[in-house]
């Protein structure tokens, strides 16, 4: 069965019924009316329930002040009098308000006990880490050769709890993947934990969510949820160092990059081992460029790296005046990066 | 139906009176405000404190010889200028006059004292967190004795110009109240720095 | 020693009134010109700048806002570059939090205060004066760095290390931490002010089960004020002295704390949000009783909640740092205690209904904004509620969804009672009437315009957008809901802009007030419109809750005196009491019209404007002046009976 929600709420009644969702093709891919995994799913139901708690109270609100004014009252001369008794009314309101709060509370509070930390011994954890204005993912395997750094795209096997630790190299970032979690903050100074997990594969948007300068809003990122096989072949993928290029125009390419762009970016494989800028290595295979400001097409990739700052103004990535033939032999480097 | 009249008795005084003056609550409030930006940087103190660092206090605990002593200046300089506003209370201008000058010596003894001890100090204000919370709220602690000390020199000076007697003498209840504060703020700030890092 | 009978503590009787009036309009009337204009201490003067000044705060705040709702009402719109854009959401936010919220409330209260409490003015008028000047000083300064292009950029609570120099190294947020400091001074003062004045210059009689609710939210305001501003003002002297002197209150490496900011930022934060609703909140609670004819439902515990709302308001800043990774059992008490401060809201709430339901109301303009202001009340509120469970805020937090919720709170419950109390005191204030068909247009386009800009952003955040983006692609399904926002946010603007046509128009063309246009019950409309620059020619004497309905509630044994009492007219003189019981004290010698004011805040601003440009000596320069002002000022005076009495032999 497919699902194609156009709207948050159809997508909620469809996802509860829907076996495999497809959230990657969602209208509204960062809402967080719907869930899509263990640590998700308690804080949307939460999330639906103080929702629709509100909205019933706002309606019962906007009646009783409605009903007052409209209601026929006695004549206007009538003067001033104190009659009627009106402590009845805010004593019955109150009632009612404490109790829907403490439902509330013990609610919250078993939520959080359920989603708040994050698993003791998970199978996967990682590094992320927020730089202005892109991701810094880095898998740590059991030796250094199986430990690598990747960025803007994290992929995650499905059905596992996976653990992130937090970090960030410059100002307050927040990491937040909407249909799989809440946010936590890159805070400098400290590593803070979070923990998603997607029950489906698919593709979910994250952002990030705490203001951190020009291009805030440009610092999005997505997780790849893929079944354990898929997720493992992805893995040796990325371990795999970059080929050599076979065509003379890419080759050419991998000698102008080294000489303009490796004091930022890394190639795993390759000379190119600069760490201001995010790891190239293996680009070819992320679906968008300068975290996920424009899809990774061959036209995109040309203007970026032509442009920077046309895209996205004020990236740190700066304008690096090359030839129309570098580009072009840039661009045919980095294509064959997958 | 009765109106209520309250007919203000025939010798309401006329004029600010000691604690009845507008000006004394409004020192009280002053030292609300000024007690809370205390408490905020003792937090900041305390905060910063409980991070994990290689080094919190650069020398070790700071040294005593002179804060303790300094300490017992500014104790001794409340205790004089509250005997200052007992006498002018009882009319004797000449005695409140000697008190408040007798806390300004004591204030400069506390202020000269503590700017011998930041010049002894081997790290500065841009060091690390702790030196720019030392320097910051001893800092902070000196700008209110500096203001403090000019008040009590305003107020020596009126009470030797015969501005003040038994009945008009609010400003000094005023003044003398902001200096009690300085002085209790200088022990919390005393407690923080030099003795609750022995404590622990 | 016993002083002689005094003619000005006889107990005068109407016959008296009219030559008493005149003496005291010789005492107490400003000076024309423009130096009694510059020096004038009379709190309806500077209430009503007040209101004028942050009306125009507002104005400015609005209009970028606009400019920002154009860059947003489609996707990849490139009206403005990122950095115009975050300049702008920074000086939006500053402008209506800072220089708008709070001070707007505060020129209600300066003007009302002496009116309501039966005094002829503010405990300390040239404080009082000093206060306003100081935050004119301060947003002109804001304002004058905007206009050169210098302006903070990284949003009103300014996180560091965004806004560390490593990161922000043009000097915007020097300006800011200067001129937030600067309107901090102004605040305390004013709080300061606020408090003496409700604990002396009481009417006799009013005791505190008699004060308006107006009155209570003022007090409870500034005692957060007096407690919380500094916190904020620390912390941006701290992060000043980071970016000027390379101090390490903020930065890891050295032994700082990014957090350090957020906890003293929110420790004042929170109350401050209080401090910039209840005062507004208070205004309703006086005020919409009068349209229903009856008083306020709940006197005594909307009294107490408001209080408990600012008493609890300091034990919830944490909620606003829930992402921050904070140990669990930390969030789980603040999550609790946020929940908590539902209580005391939901108390005021229900007394509003209460007066309405069981009241006759009157649809009258007011009335039309205070009772969708208890909609709007309840909108913020429950949107509050959400984000005070954790796992919950952790979706919500940064998202459209609070800039909904701030929006209802701010716009909900201190604009629409701004606008609904500026209708219904305009006449007092200057003796003309608004009119009444265009204050309905305006109302409605305001109601209309402000939900339809606001409402849907609820839904805008719940689809993810993050708030402080600059622009946004086209697959993330939020332009529809924006270009709503921004249709909403110009009808909003047109509404405000009709109101502010009416004012114009009313102020030369209203129809004559008379002294109570609303038969409202407290004191300050038992006075002339607008009122002598003295207020009360005799001061009254209170006998109930409501001075100018006990005939028509017929309730107490005893009635209000307000035509008879004591003239205190040698000079300007007004009556100091007792802070519980409001029995008489002392007279009270109150001060002339003086400059010093003004020089001491101009001093003020100089000091911090050498400050931000590095001018030391300039800085110290200023300060010897202010100190000199100050030293002047204080000299005590026998005008003011400060001095020794010399025996005339």
């Known amino acids: ?338 | 139906m009765a109106d209520t009249v309250i007919a203000p008795a025939a010798d309401l005084p006329i004029g600010p009176m000691g604690h009845r003056a507008l000006g004394w609550w409004g020192m009280l409030c002053v030292i609300a405000t000024e007690g809370a930006v205390f408490v905020y940087l003792l937090f900041s103190y305390a905060y910063l404190a409980l991070q994990p660092h290689a080094a919190w206090l650069p020398e070790g605990p700071p040294s005593l010889t002179l804060a303790l002593p300094n300490t017992a200046v500014l104790v001794a300089s409340s205790f004089i200028v509250a005997w200052g506003e007992r006498r002018i209370r009882a009319g004797a201008t000449r005695h409140a006059w000697l008190a408040l000058l007798g806390t300004i010596g004591l204030g400069i003894v506390f202020v000269a004292v503590q700017l011998t001890e930041w010049h002894d100090k081997t790290f500065g204000i841009a060091t690390s967190s702790y030196g720019s919370l030392y320097f910051t709220i001893t800092g902070f602690h000196m700008a209110h004795v500096a203001a403090g000390l000019l008040m009590l020199a305003a107020l020596a000076l009126w009470t030797r110009l015969g501005l003040f007697d038994s009945r008009r003498n609010a400003p000094i209840a005023i003044g003398a109240i902001y200096w009690h504060f300085v002085d209790v703020v200088w022990l919390a700030v005393f407690f923080t720095f030099y003795l609750s890092p022995r404590l622990v | 020693m016993a002083v002689p009978a005094d003619s000005r503590l006889a107990v005068l009787t109407e016959a008296d009134e009219g030559r008493l009036a005149t003496r005291l309009e010789r005492l107490w009337a400003t000076a024309p010109g423009i130096v009694g204009w510059l020096s004038t201490v009379d709190h309806k003067e500077i209430g009503k700048r007040y209101i004028v000044t942050a009306m125009l705060f507002l104005i400015a705040g609005g209009i970028e806002a606009l400019v920002m709702r154009v860059q947003l009402a489609g996707p990849d719109q490139h009206l403005l570059t990122p950095e115009q854009y975050n300049m702008l959401f920074t000086m939006h936010g500053a402008s209506l939090i800072f220089w708008y919220a709070s001070p707007v409330l505060s020129g209600f209260s300066n003007y009302l205060w002496p009116l309501l409490l039966g005094s002829r003015d503010m405990a300390f008028p040239r404080l009082n004066a000093l206060s306003y000047w100081i935050y004119l000083f301060s947003g002109l300064m804001l304002y004058a760095g905007f206009a050169v292009g210098i302006a903070p950029n990284t949003g009103w609570f300014d996180y560091v290390p965004a806004a560390s120099r490593a990161f922000s190294p043009g000097p915007g947020i020097d300006l800011y931490a200067m001129a937030l400091i600067l309107l901090g001074i102004s605040t305390t003062v004013g709080a300061i002010n606020f408090i003496v004045t409700f604990l002396r210059t009481r009417a006799p009689g009013m005791s505190l089960n008699r004060v308006p609710i107006l009155i209570w939210s003022t007090l409870t305001a500034s005692a957060g004020n007096l407690l919380a501003v500094p916190a904020v003002s620390l912390a941006f002297f701290l992060l000043w002295l980071d970016r000027r002197f390379g101090t390490h209150f903020y930065d890891v490496p050295a032994g700082g704390h990014p957090l350090l900011w957020q906890h003293l930022f929110w420790m004042f934060g929170h109350p401050w949000v209080y401090a910039i609703v209840l005062p507004a909140m208070g205004m309703v609670s006086d005020a919409l009783p009068v349209f229903c004819s009856r008083p306020l439902v709940g006197y005594t515990i909307v009294a107490l909640a408001t209080v408990l709302t600012m008493v609890l308001g300091f034990g919830v800043w944490v909620h606003h740092m829930f992402a921050t990774g904070l140990p669990m059992l930390g969030m789980s008490f603040f999550s609790a205690a946020s929940f908590v401060i539902v209580i005391p809201s939901a108390v005021a709430v229900f007394a509003w209904i209460a007066t309405i339901a069981i009241g006759r109301p009157r649809l009258t303009v007011p009335f039309l904004y205070f009772a969708s202001f208890i909609v709007m009340f309840v909108i913020g509120g429950v949107s509050g509620f959400m984000t005070a469970s954790v796992p919950v805020d952790w979706q919500l937090t940064d998202t459209y969804f609070i800039v909904a919720h701030i929006h209802y709170v701010l716009i909900g419950i201190n604009v629409f009672p701004v606008l609904g109390g500026l209708t219904f005191w305009f006449p007092k204030m200057t003796g003309r009437l608004l009119d009444e068909r265009l204050g309905r247009y305006a109302f409605w386009l305001i109601f209309a315009g402000f939900n339809i800009a606001f409402l849907p952003m609820h839904l805008t955040g719940l689809y993810g957008m993050p708030r402080r983006i600059y622009t946004y692609g086209p697959h993330f399904g939020w332009e529809t809901l924006n270009l709503v926002s921004t249709v909403g946010a110009f009808i909003l603007a047109i509404g405000i802009g009709v109101f502010f046509v009416n004012i114009l128009r009313s102020l030369r063309r209203g129809m004559p007030a008379g002294s109570n246009p609303w038969n409202a019950p407290t004191l300050e409309w038992s006075v002339s419109s607008p009122p002598p620059p003295y207020n009360f020619v005799v001061i009254p004497t209170v006998a109930s809750r409501h001075p100018l309905w006990e005939q028509e509630l017929d309730e107490t044994e005893h009635r209000s005196v307000i035509r008879t009492g004591p003239a205190l007219d040698e000079g300007r003189e007004t009556l100091a009491t007792t802070p519980v019981d409001a029995d008489p004290d002392l007279v009270l010698k109150m001060p002339e019209d003086s400059l010093a004011p003004l020089l001491l805040a101009l001093a003020l601003t100089a000091i911090f404007v050498g400050l931000l440009a590095s001018a030391w000596w300039s800085a110290a320069t200023a300060a010897a002046a202010g100190l000199l002002i100050v030293f002047a000022w204080l000299w005590p005076r026998r005008s003011l009976a400060q001095v020794a009495e010399v025996s005339h032999g």
């Open chain 1, 1 to 338: 069965m497919t699902c194609q929600p156009t709207s948050a709420t159809a997508a909620f009644v469809i996802t509860t019924l829907c076996a495999t969702p497809t959230p990657g093709f969602a209208a509204t891919p960062l809402s967080y009316l719907e869930s899509y995994g263990s640590r998700g799913d308690p804080v949307r139901s939460l999330t639906w329930a103080m929702l629709i708690i509100s909205t019933v109270v706002v309606v019962i609100v906007t009646g009783l002040v409605l009903w007052g004014v409209l209601r026929e009252g006695p004549a206007e001369a009538a003067g001033i009098t104190r009659e009627g008794n009106g402590l009845r009314l805010i004593t019955a309101g109150l009632v009612v308000t404490v109790v829907v709060l403490l439902g509330s509370v013990v609610w919250t509070m078993v939520v959080l006990a359920e989603v708040g930390a994050a698993p003791a011994a998970p199978k996967l954890t990682l590094d992320i880490s927020g730089h202005q204005w892109w991701w810094q993912v880095r898998y740590e395997g059991e030796t250094p050769a199986e430990t690598f750094v990747t960025a803007n795209e994290v992929h995650i096997p499905v059905g596992e709890p996976v653990r992130i630790n937090l970090s960030s190299s410059d100002v307050i970032h927040s990491f937040w993947v909407p249909a799989l979690s809440g946010k936590t903050d890159t805070v400098p100074g400290q590593v803070n934990t979070t923990w998603i997990e997607a029950h489906a594969p698919g593709t979910f948007l994250g952002q990030c969510a705490e203001f951190c300068g020009a291009q805030h809003a440009h610092m999005g990122f997505r997780i790849v949820a893929e079944p354990r096989d898929r997720f493992e072949a992805w893995l040796a993928d990325q371990l795999a160092p970059a080929a050599v290029p076979a065509e003379r125009i890419a080759a050419a390419g991998q000698e102008t990059f080294g000489r303009r762009c490796a004091a930022c970016h890394a190639v795993r494989g390759t000379t190119a081992g600069g760490v201001f800028g995010p790891d190239l290595s293996h680009l070819a295979t992320r679906a968008t460029l300068a975290a996920g400001t424009v899809p990774n097409t061959p036209g995109h990739l040309s203007a970026w790296i032509a442009d920077p700052q046309h895209l996205k103004p004020g990236t740190r990535m700066p304008v690096v005046p090359l030839t129309g033939s570098e580009l072009e032999q840039v661009r045919a480097y980095l294509a064959t990066l997958n």
